[in-house]
Structure formats: structure tokens, C-alpha cells
């Protein structure tokens, strides 16, 4: 089901994710947004994001607080955002406070009951804002990442 | 989860910006080298090439030994290892997220599980 993008979009350093899920948009909307159903889900395999500590005020300008909790050690992760864009059903964009990282979630209703999530993150520090940067070579990390791949492997 | 911290990641990637410098990393990932071996497939002074080792050096992607006359530089592969994983592991955060967003949409429309499952 999951269709793994390596599509370079033009903006420099900039992961894309994409998978397509069997429901309609306005429900997988709904999860990124509802905190009840981020608890079921936002935290990556073998990590909890409890709903008591999860805070979505999804409007531009609005906080996007979660913290992550290590199942194996109870370590935490807490990452705090603020919506730059909220758009229901179509289109979500948060900032990072901490990194700078921009994440941008797109909604596209491939059916009434298909819908194609995809996920653009933008790692935006200094590094991927210079000119050369820019010029082509790391305009898509996963590009980056294959290329570091093959020097790490040696 | 990305447990390195944004600066020594911030350097890599910023070293790692500039075509030249990755092409001495490139260079230094076959073998160590000398200032003036590695300057010799560039138009490019040897003052030129130093600034550039520099850069990469601060960001811990090179090192140089300070004793040896001709101070060969050495690629640290970790420091690569870092960058790498920074995006490794935010693919494998997605992946695993979405494969549980698959899970809860699943259980949130339960009047669909049965047509699929049934082959439909």
C-alpha cells in the first residue's frame, strides 16, 4: 500500500513521504488533527504519545504540541510547532520551534473513500538555504541519502 | 527517534552543500590523501582547496593528522553516518506512523473491513 516517493519538488533539503490510505480524506484529516487519534498513532513503532500531552490548535498561528515517550525507557521527546497553514481537509503546515523543520501535510481525495497523504519535510537551517544548496544536487534528501549511502557503505 | 542534536548535523549538511567539498569527500572515501592530491583534479589554488578542508574539518566530516609531514586527510565516516541517519530514522518515523494511521482508519470505519476482506 505504501508508495515511497523520492520525488525532488524544488525546495531544497527536503524529505517526501507519501502513502495512500483506504478511507476518506475528511476522516484522515480528522486523525492528524484530533488529538484522541494522534495518541493512537503519532508516536513511531515503540513509542507512545499520550493524549494528556498532546495540544492541537489547528489554525494559523496555533500550537501543535506533542511529546513522545520511549516504551522500552520512558525517555521523552517533546516537540512543540506552530501551524503555518491549516486548510480542512486539503492541507496542514507546521514549524518546528526547536529545529526550524517545516513539515507540510497534503490531503488529495484519490476516491470517496481513497486519499493520497503526502508528507513534505523541509530541513530548513542555514545548510539547505545557501545558493549551491539550492543549485540542484540537494534539492531532495532521499537523493542525498542514496548518495551518502554509497560512501558510508564502503 | 532523532536523538543527535541540530548543530553537528547543521555543519554536515552545510559542508556537504558545496559541490567541491563533496567531491573531496568522494575523493577521501576511496582513500586518504594529501592537500595537493586532492587539489589536483580541481582548477583551484592550493590556498582554495585548504579553505574548503577547513570547512570540512570544523564539521568533523575530515580529520588531519598533525604530526605526519604531508597531513594526510581521513574521512570520518560517523560524521556521514550522522547525516545519513538524521534521514533514515525521520523516513522510518513516517513509515511507522502511517502503518498504525492504517490500523486506526481501519477500526474507525469497521462497516468497510468486511467487503475487503471478503475480496471485494
Known sequence: MAERGGAATGHPGELHFSRVFEAPRELVFACM???EDLARFWGPAGVSAPRDRITVDARPGGVFETVMVNDADGSEYPTRAVYDEVRAPEL??????????????????????RTEVRIYQTYVPKAFLAPEAQAGFLSSLDRFAAYLGGLVAR | MTTQTADPLDAAFAALADPTRRAIVSRLARGDA??????????MSLPGIS???????RSGLISRRRDAQFRPCHLEATAL???????TTNRRVWDERFDKLDVLLADLQPARKRPR???G
Not at chain 1, 523543520?101 to 481525495?109: G, P, W
Not at chain 2, 579553505?51 to 574539518?57: A, I, M, N, R, S
Request: aromatic share 8%.
Open chain 2, 51 to 57: 579553505k574548503h578542508l577547513k570547512v570540512l574539518e
Open chain 2, 34 to 43: 594529501t592537500v595537493t592530491e586532492l587539489a589536483a583534479p580541481f582548477a
Open chain 2, 81 to 87: 553516518d550522522g547525516a545519513l541517519d538524521w534521514i
Open chain 1, 92 to 113: 496542514l503546515v507546521w514549524t518546528e520551534s526547536h529545529s526550524g523543520m517545516r513539515v507540510r501535510s497534503e490531503f488529495v481525495a484519490l476516491g470517496p473513500q
Open chain 1, 33 to 35: 488533527t484530533d488529538p
Open chain 2, 117 to 119: 476482506r471478503a475480496g
